[in-house]
């Protein structure tokens, strides 16, 4: 790709940049603007506030966002991300005292490489917890003198009775439990739709339904997803399977996302970091809009102030900030009340002059006025949201209007089969569709209920399977421990029904209308 060659270019000069050939000039010319381009922007791949990054520390990820002066827990560890700021992805750092974060070169050192001594197998070691010298006090104390996590590692195997008479491989084995357990190391990687699935399905797989990277890839590839496409997307995944999308169609063509009437579920698609203008092509649209606009009876216009739906909406809206404002006005008279009210037992007099110096007080006037100021403001900023939603849902009513759509993924702990039937209403012929379940026996409902209505053809349920295999000199071997199951996939591809039926009517009138061959009747001699 152009990513791979442009560090290459960089380095040259501008006159043996001249000579490269490729037997096109438009290829030249696509490579300096893209040049220019990243010499202009010299932030590309560097840590930026408010960027989100990939924490990793061995195989446990977590996704985070960089704001200075924000306590990250991760690990058994807290620490800030100032010092991350202004640095490339993929830096390695070492956390110091006092919570900052020194960055640190990669090296290919291997503290195994210093073990000389190794044993011929394993049988005359008994494990009876007695091996190690040091006790968790002596491993306390060295970690309060600001010994590193290597220099720890070398205390323990100096320290311990049995490492010497280990194999080979069983010190490697050692050597690497200790690390993930006394480095103090962590890597900060820009996020990607498999790194946060990794993330999800090891810490909360049910909030993405046990959804993994690997199933993942395959909805993406079924259902073709690529830069200039119209997909629908209806997920309960946490926002992972719509920024997967976002992220393989990069930003060009348009993005439907079908949500729950209880509101779009994103936390997982901010966590990508993806920029603003990514967000232009995402429109959103509550799974209860499906069957009126199937109907014809959603949005018959494309003005907010023609809609009496929309106006409603607003009018409720209105009517809330209404109401907040009234709340607020009525804790403020409520409070006053409850001041005099206590009073009565004074003069009258004396309550006089009370309520003469509480509606002189400036500073109780200046505290009324802002809470008064804030409920307005908050009122405000309701209204613009609720109208930007609603115009929000008037575009993606407009974008399904045409049923044109270029495919369809649906995941969700919905049962799939009236989404699925309702949705693909909306895909122009030959597109393909792909929905997943954690069970399969709501697919076969679905592919069962596809067969008898028609319009779709190549229907396939399949079920994804993945083992993973460690691979190193001579004990490459699969895993012992493995994922149970990745879900199920259905799959297929929409036809138009008008033609097929045209064709076979065609083909049956056809039939209708020639007469049946007669055998010839023959005279015998």
Avoid at 194 to 202: E, G, S, T
Avoid at 427 to 452: H, I, N
Wanted: hydrophobic share 35%; net charge neutral; aromatic share 8%.
């Amino acid at each position: 790709g152009i990513h791979e060659v442009v560090p290459v270019l960089l380095e040259l000069s501008y006159n043996s940049f001249i000579q490269l050939s490729y037997g096109s000039s438009a290829f030249y010319l696509l490579v300096m603007a893209s040049l220019n381009s990243i010499q202009k922007s010299s932030h590309v791949g560097v840590i930026n506030e408010g960027d989100y990054v990939m924490l990793k520390k061995g195989d446990v990820y977590k996704a985070v966002q960089v704001l200075k002066r924000r306590k990250i827990i991760f690990e058994k560890q807290w620490f800030y991300l100032d010092n991350a700021i202004g640095e490339h992805y993929g830096s390695k750092f070492e956390v110091a005292s006092g919570g900052g974060l020194r960055s640190i070169k990669e090296t290919t050192e291997d503290t195994s490489a210093d073990v000389k001594a190794a044993g011929a197998d394993n049988r005359n070691i008994v494990d009876d917890g007695k091996s190690q010298k040091l006790t968790r006090d002596d491993i306390e104390a060295l970690k309060e003198k600001g010994l590193k996590g290597e220099e720890i590692i070398q205390q323990l195997i100096d320290n311990s009775t049995t490492f010497r008479d280990k194999t080979e491989f069983s010190q490697e084995k050692y050597i690497k439990k200790k690390k993930k357990k006394y480095e103090t190391t962590v890597t900060l990687l820009r996020p990607t739709a498999r790194l946060l699935a990794l993330m999800y399905i090891d810490r909360e797989p049910s909030k993405i339904c046990h959804l993994r990277y690997d199933t993942l890839a395959q909805m993406l590839t079924l259902g073709n997803i690529h830069a200039g496409s119209k997909v629908i997307v209806m997920e309960t995944c946490a926002g992972l399977v719509l920024g997967a999308v976002m992220e393989r169609m990069g930003g060009f063509g348009s993005v439907i996302h079908v949500y729950s009437s209880g509101g779009p579920v994103r936390a997982a698609t901010d966590s990508f970091g993806f920029p603003s203008s990514f967000y232009n092509g995402l429109y959103g649209l509550p799974v209860c809009k499906i069957k009126p606009l199937l109907s014809g009876t959603f949005f018959a216009k494309s003005s907010i102030n023609s809609e009496p739906e929309a106006v409603a909406l607003v009018a409720e809206e209105n009517d809330s900030a209404v109401d907040e404002k009234n709340h607020c006005e009525q804790e403020e008279e409520g409070q006053l009340n409850i001041a005099s009210t206590t009073d009565d037992s004074h003069t009258a007099g004396e309550e006089e002059e009370r309520m003469e110096v509480v509606s002189e007080d400036p500073e109780k006037q200046e505290s009324k006025e802002k809470s008064r100021k804030k409920c307005d403001d908050n009122a405000q900023e309701r209204r613009r949201r609720q109208e930007d939603k609603m115009q929000k849902q008037l575009e993606a009513a407009n974008l399904l209007r045409d049923r044109n759509a270029d495919g369809l993924i649906i995941a969700c702990r919905f049962h799939p089969c009236q989404l699925l039937l309702s949705l693909v209403e909306f895909l122009a012929p030959s597109r393909p569709f792909v929905v997943y379940c954690l069970y399969k026996e709501p697919l076969l409902e679905c592919y069962t209920m596809l067969r008898e209505k028609g319009g779709v053809v190549s229907l396939r349920v399949s079920e994804t399977w993945l083992r993973h295999y460690q691979v190193l000199p001579n004990r490459t071997h699969p895993k012992p421990i493995m994922s149970g199951g990745g879900g199920y996939l259905l799959t297929g591809t929409t036809v138009a029904m008008n033609s097929v039926k045209l064709a076979a009517d065609a083909s049956d009138s056809l039939k209708n209308e020639e007469p049946a061959c007669k055998k010839q009747k023959t005279e015998d001699s």
